[in-house]
């Protein structure tokens, strides 16, 4: 039997549902969802697998003027990424008028040469009038390529989308075991279920000055897994915020955080967190190294 696999760049500006779309695909969590924008740093590669296909998905950053180091590299990352890619998944947001950095991506992935198929989201929360305006507006930024209407939270079109997709992948091996979902290192996916919990509760307050790092984890003879973090801020303001009046908000993002990967290792965590202050660290080069931010 014949196979296909792949690599498929996702690509769309900040806040389309990128990441919803992915650990839909791929039918499990890989990648973190925030209704804020830029919430993708790193390259999250979700893996789909089913009897003779393969496809190997990659999260780009949204797309945003760069501002600083961290910004710079997720910028030169997505059109890396999109040139190693054998197909590309442009995602729109259907709720939204067609904007400047849709019509920068599409030229982007003109220029890249790679056979594209457009995803209009977020479906389910449009009429039909509105759904054929959005595909009309998605058809006007002439990216060459079907065009299907869906939602990534709901699950509605995506298996037309899949299909489609799936025939533009070259035929070969698969590049990953079967039950593989992601290729993400354990410290950065357990970091990153850290990081969603503190974007989902402090909002408009930290939306890019956070990240987080894993100091140690460690199996006890019990079982219990514990797991010692940091949160990066770049201000002692925005240190008081993640702790909270008398520590109740890193208690919060702590307990939050520690459900999430408990469900995510199947086992009990004991989860320690620390907030620490470091000035301008998105322009920091090696420490956006050593986070794997490349």
Not at 31 to 50: C, E, H, M, N, Y
Not at 118 to 137: E, G, M, P, Q
Not at 155 to 176: D, M, T
Not at 179 to 190: C, I, K, P, Y
Request: glycine content about 8%.
């Amino acid at each position: 039997m014949s196979t296909r696999s792949g690599f498929v760049a996702l690509a769309g500006r900040p806040n389309v549902g990128k990441s919803t779309l992915l650990n839909r695909i791929v039918g499990t969590k890989v990648a973190i969802v925030s209704d804020r924008p830029q919430t993708t740093r790193r390259a999250i590669r979700g893996v789909a697998t089913a009897e003779d296909w393969q496809l190997v998905l990659v999260d780009l950053p949204g797309v945003q003027r760069p501002r600083d180091t961290l910004t710079e590299r997720m910028q030169q990352r997505m059109q890396r990424e999109l040139g190693d890619s054998d197909a590309v998944l442009f995602v729109l947001n259907g709720q939204q008028l067609v904007g400047a950095g849709d019509r920068f991506i599409a030229r982007a992935i003109a220029g890249a040469g790679v056979p594209a198929i457009t995803a209009v989201n977020k479906v389910d929360l449009l009429d039909r009038a509105r759904t054929a305006a959005a595909l009309t507006a998605a058809e006007d930024l002439d990216v060459r390529g079907e065009i299907f209407p869906v939602s990534g939270r709901t699950g509605a079109g995506v298996p037309e989308l899949l299909g489609a997709v799936v025939e533009l992948l070259p035929e070969g091996p698969f590049l990953y075991p079967r039950e593989e979902r992601s290729d993400l290192a354990d410290d950065v996916r357990l970091a990153e279920l850290i990081r969603e919990q503190v974007l989902r509760r402090t909002r408009d307050e930290l939306p890019h000055a956070v990240e987080v790092e894993l100091d140690e984890i460690e199996e006890r003879a019990d079982g219990l897994f514990v797991i010692r973090a940091r949160v990066w801020a770049e201000s002692d303001s925005q240190k008081a915020i993640l702790i909270g009046a008398g520590g109740r908000m890193v208690r919060q993002i702590g307990t939050a955080a520690r459900r999430e990967i408990e469900a995510a290792l199947g086992r009990r965590v004991h989860l320690d967190l620390t907030v620490r202050v470091r000035k301008g660290w998105r322009r920091d080069d090696a420490l956006l190294d050593r986070l794997g931010i490349e």
